[in-house]
């Protein structure tokens, strides 16, 4: 996980320099060391067009663009995982943003180790999806096989009972509803 966290590249979308700044140290601190920053939507959209992103934290609020439009524009043509993080505590801007699909929305002031814990997880979860794999201790599960492998032993399964087991190991400490499972598998049909 910490080889993850030196590879993974950070995007950071703030007109605050300092919060930037500090943002970039945290994670600096924790072994995110490709972390970079920029201080508009404009600056980004040339930033995303120039090289490849693993995660963006994003404000909502900027001088003459709404990070909510921008993130649209994104969404369009990337499945980069995105992290609001904005002044902007009020319910409905949060229900804003992730009705609109990002992956996470958190409010300033930041909690540190909060901050580190759900990129972390935003992470691990967007490589789970991107793999297609999920290795937990000794046992692995690949998605496209339907395969559970522990050791030398693989064992094809059910598509139902695969995508269950898959759906409650890439979770960890998750507690899902019987709708939510039937629902995320009836969508992985």
């Known amino acids: 996980e910490n080889m993850e966290c030196e590879q993974a590249r950070i995007l950071i979308v703030d007109d ?3 919060l930037c700044q500090m943002i970039e140290n ?3 601190q924790d072994g995110f060391l490709r972390v970079s ?3 508009s939507c404009e600056e980004a959209r040339k930033r995303l067009g120039e090289s490849l992103w693993d995660f963006i934290i994003l404000d909502v609020n900027f001088p003459g663009e709404d990070g909510f439009h921008f993130f649209k524009e994104l969404k369009e043509k990337s499945d980069i995982p995105v992290l ?3 002044a902007r505590d009020q319910n409905e801007d949060r229900l804003t943003g992730l ?3 990002a992956d996470d929305y958190m409010t300033k002031p930041v909690d540190e180790e909060e901050l580190i814990l759900r990129i972390r997880a935003l992470l691990r979860r967007a490589r789970i999806a991107s793999e297609r794999r999920l290795v937990i201790g000794s046992t692995e599960l ?3 096989a339907l395969t559970v492998k522990c050791g030398d032993t693989s064992q094809v399964l059910p598509q139902k009972e695969f995508q269950l087991l898959y759906q409650l190991l890439s979770y960890p400490n998750k507690i899902f509803t019987r709708l939510q499972l039937l629902e995320e598998i009836k969508d992985a049909l």
Do not use: R
């Open 16 to 18: 605050n320099l300092e």
């Open 26 to 28: 945290i994670l600096a």
């Open 37 to 39: 920053y920029c201080l």
């Open 84 to 86: 609001f993080l904005s």
């Open 99 to 101: 009705g609109l699909g």
């Open 142 to 144: 690949n998605y496209d």
